[in-house]
């Protein structure tokens, strides 16, 4: 079990800037890749961006690239997602996730998601 708590959403004007913080716990050895997703009112969930443990980066969705960082702080256990020059468009619900393999059987992990609304 993995547990993820987001935080640092909130209200920004277009062109602002956010940080966003995932905090896991639980059987986080068992842990390799931790993303940040979005969904958006009326919208799919999306994958905003990917790390693993290693502080690779492996992934960032277009409409995010040069805008937006993900970075992993590994002695926390937090995932942090830097949002620079935000627009309308990135305002969304974010959720962190990660999932577990064992055996080829995978379990999945959400946090509660936490708020962001770009709005002047």
């Known amino acids: 079990q993995v547990q993820l708590v987001e935080s640092g959403g909130g209200l920004v004007q277009p062109g602002g800037s956010l940080r966003l913080s995932c905090g896991a716990s639980g059987n986080i050895d068992s842990v390799d890749v931790l993303d940040w997703y979005r969904q958006a009112p009326g919208k799919q969930r999306e994958l905003v961006a990917t790390i693993n443990r290693g502080g690779s980066t492996n992934y960032y969705v277009d409409s995010v690239e040069g805008r937006f960082t993900i970075s992993i702080d590994n002695g926390k256990n937090t995932v942090y997602l830097q949002m620079n020059n935000l627009e309308p468009e990135d305002t969304a619900v974010y959720f962190c996730?990660?999932?577990?393999?064992?055996?080829?059987?995978?379990?999945?992990?959400w946090g509660q998601g936490t708020q962001v609304t770009v709005s002047s």
């Open positions: 996730h990660t999932y577990i393999n064992s055996h080829g059987h995978y379990s999945h992990y």
